[in-house]
């Protein structure tokens, strides 16, 4: 894989702190819009007070996706465990809990057991599955290789954007799952690294358990 970017990790507590700050932005535009709607009724307003609920409603129900998605990130890198993953059933795993939610992805080459527990595991590879899909990539693949006493996973496809402009964890949910995915396997004592290619070119580096 030429032209690596490794992303920059934030540790779980400064992930938590950018997940606060990505939070209240929206939140303080919420509570803005229902003094407005307070402010509209109070001055017998009804028609303007009527269009405000219908965009409170629209932003919270946007609100709602994102604060489910921001706190399901912080799940997923707090994972832990006591037994190593491997990254096949792990994928498996992980494809099954998605459903048509993700993209299909086929495992090649060796599984080593890794150390990542298996639910830590199968977070990431849940992470990966959906940045494939974000990517809009199609003939996926997760491909294994063994060297050093590591395990390293390349992740594939044809035709996905590019993730090399993925500089901020909560700018997009592309964006989240690059970050997660990367937190995940920095608290493991791994690497992860992308490509500036024009398609889905992760490259995964694990310990071997």
Not at 19 to 25: I, Y
Not at 84 to 98: N, Y
Not at 129 to 134: D, F
Not at 189 to 204: P, Q, S, Y
Request: proline residues 4%; glycine residues 8%.
């Amino acid at each position: 894989m030429a032209d690596q970017e490794t992303p920059r990790t934030l540790g779980e507590a400064g992930f938590r702190r950018e997940a606060g700050h990505a939070l209240s932005t929206p939140l303080g535009s919420l509570l803005l819009q229902a003094e407005l709607i307070d402010h509209y009724l109070r001055q017998e307003k009804v028609p303007q007070a009527r269009e405000a609920v219908t965009a409170l409603l629209r932003d919270f129900d946007a609100f709602g996706h994102h604060f489910r998605s921001v706190f399901s990130a912080m799940a997923d890198i707090a994972e832990g465990g006591t037994e190593h993953g491997s990254p096949r059933e792990c994928l498996t795993e992980a494809l099954a809990e998605l459903g048509e939610e993700a993209v299909a992805i086929d495992y090649r080459g060796l599984t080593p057991s890794v150390s990542v527990p298996v639910a830590a595991l199968t977070a990431l590879m849940r992470r990966l599955a959906l940045l494939a899909t974000e990517t809009h990539a199609s003939a996926v693949t997760l491909t294994g290789t063994v060297a050093g006493g590591e395990c390293l996973l390349s992740l594939t496809g044809v035709g996905g954007d590019p993730l090399a402009e993925e500089k901020q964890p909560f700018e997009s949910d592309r964006s989240l799952h690059l970050w997660t995915a990367s937190e995940i396997v920095a608290r493991h004592g791994g690497r992860l690294a992308i490509t500036a290619a024009t398609e889905v070119n992760v490259l995964v580096i694990l310990p071997i358990a």
